[in-house]
């Protein structure tokens, strides 16, 4: 796996980048959190500039709040056939809008599974891209990996306000 870091708005990207598709992102804040993500991925070399280009922009579109799409270019290694689900539910909400983790888990064919939903969502191996910012708890914005103040502000940019 190699990897590119990329400053935005909301602190350092990380991103790991297999084959031509992204197969891991994180959101920290400072650079060296991204670098031990980095490591921990075992992606020890850099990606070229035009292996990074398309994803380091889908990042900073992200950031800013517009709509993207990944059209296939993601390959994800781990999960098992629940989180994959998840995944994919997560992925085809529409920028601005939220969805509860109750009524994620109905819409992927798990009624009454919220919390296993919220555990899938929590190992979102490429938040920001799959964008688990928009699930949230029924009672308020709920939890998020990369900090509730990250989520506010990645909703806010798609002008949800919380």
């Given at each position: 796996?190699?990897?590119?870091?990329?400053?935005?708005?909301?602190?350092?990207?990380?991103?790991?980048?297999?084959?031509?598709?992204?197969?891991?992102?994180?959101?920290?804040?400072?650079r060296?959190?991204?670098?031990?993500a980095?490591?921990?991925w075992?992606?020890?070399?850099?990606a070229?500039?035009?292996?990074?280009?398309p994803?380091?922009?889908l990042?900073?579109?992200?950031?800013?709040?517009?709509d993207?799409r990944?059209?296939?270019?993601?390959?994800i290694?781990?999960?098992?056939?629940?989180?994959?689900?998840?995944w994919?539910?997560?992925?085809?909400?529409?920028?601005?809008?939220?969805?509860?983790?109750?009524?994620?888990?109905?819409?992927?064919?798990?009624?009454?599974?919220?919390?296993?939903?919220?555990?899938?969502?929590?190992?979102?191996p490429?938040?920001?891209?799959?964008p688990?910012?928009?699930?949230?708890a029924?009672?308020?914005?709920?939890g998020?990996g990369?900090?509730?103040q990250l989520?506010?502000r990645?909703?806010?940019?798609e002008?949800?306000?919380y």
């Amino acid at each position: 796996m190699k990897h590119a870091l990329v400053e935005t708005d909301l602190g350092w990207a990380a991103i790991g980048i297999e084959d031509g598709n992204v197969c891991a992102a994180a959101l920290p804040k400072t650079r060296e959190l991204a670098e031990f993500a980095i490591a921990d991925w075992g992606a020890d070399e850099p990606a070229s500039e035009d292996e990074a280009a398309p994803f380091v922009g889908l990042v900073l579109r992200a950031v800013a709040g517009e709509d993207i799409r990944l059209d296939g270019n993601v390959r994800i290694g781990i999960g098992t056939r629940f989180q994959r689900a998840v995944w994919e539910g997560v992925s085809r909400i529409p920028k601005g809008e939220t969805i509860t983790y109750g009524e994620l888990a109905s819409n992927i064919g798990y009624p009454g599974a919220a919390r296993a939903v919220g555990r899938a969502v929590g190992s979102n191996p490429i938040p920001l891209l799959i964008p688990c910012h928009r699930v949230v708890a029924s009672n308020g914005i709920g939890g998020f990996g990369g900090a509730i103040q990250l989520k506010k502000r990645l909703l806010a940019a798609e002008g949800i306000h919380y």
